[in-house]
């Protein structure tokens, strides 16, 4: 995906909810993902409800591949709203 179609989250609760759809989209279930992560089913669903603060970045990286996303640092000027 370039950068300029690129989707920019700037809290945990965007972040879980883009997870959560692309898990759907892929017609994985909370237990699928977890296994192809090496994580547990209630850490799929804690992600996803954007309880992440002082997640394991691996294991999140883990579960947002194991769904077909990726990460990429952006800047984030001329974002407006409350950044977390």
Same mark, same amino acid.
């Given at each position: ?6 989707? %920019?989250?700037?809290?945990?609760? /965007?972040?879980?909810?883009?997870? !959560? ?5 892929? %017609?994985?279930?909370? %237990? /699928?993902? !977890? /296994? ?11 992600? /996803? ?12 990286? !883990? ?22």
């Amino acid at each position: 995906m370039a950068d300029d179609q690129a989707i %920019r989250y700037t809290n945990v609760a /965007e972040l879980g909810a883009a997870i !959560a759809a692309a898990r759907r989209r892929a %017609r994985l279930s909370q %237990r /699928e993902v !977890a /296994e192809a992560a090496g994580a547990t089913k209630q850490w799929v669903w804690t992600i /996803e409800h954007g309880q992440i603060q002082g997640a394991d970045t691996t294991r999140l990286i !883990a579960v947002a591949k194991a769904v077909g996303l990726g990460f990429a640092l952006v800047p984030l000027t001329g974002l407006t709203g409350p950044q977390e």
